[in-house]
């Protein structure tokens, strides 16, 4: 059964910091590219971070975060990482890992498996 696991989400202090994972099994991850989204209640849909399926850089990544948050991958281990630093409320949020097989994109509808997700929540 193909999943993805997103963990790592929780309750922080503005300025604090988290790392979600997101975790494959019944696939290698390494043949995807990996997106991270966020979802907060009355907003859209937002995409955050994306890393491409070789090279493991980042292939996108939100205004809205540069510089506070980064994207990694260890296929090794067939998870993908995103290090959140200085966190403020404004990214409070549903945390989504996706995968798809043709490359990055921003766009959600152009993933084709999605985890669960992970709910951050920062307030003081």
């Known amino acids: 059964q193909l999943q993805l696991v997103e963990s790592g989400g929780g309750l922080v202090q503005p300025g604090g910091s988290l790392r979600l994972s997101c975790v494959a099994s019944?696939?290698?991850?390494?043949?995807?590219?990996v997106g991270w989204f966020r979802q907060a209640p009355g907003k859209e849909q937002e995409g955050v971070s994306c890393i491409r399926r070789t090279g493991g850089k980042s292939a996108h990544i939100a205004d809205s975060v540069k510089g506070r948050f980064t994207i990694s991958r260890d296929d090794a281990k067939n998870t993908v990482f995103l290090q959140m630093n200085n966190l403020k409320p404004e990214d409070t949020g549903m945390y989504y890992c996706?995968?798809?097989?043709?490359?990055?994109?921003?766009?959600?509808?152009?993933?084709?498996?999605w985890g669960q997700g992970t709910q951050v929540t920062v307030s003081s």
């Open positions: 019944g696939f290698t991850l390494d043949n995807y590219a």
């Open positions: 996706a995968t798809r097989l043709t490359g990055c994109s921003s766009y959600g509808p152009d993933f084709e498996s």
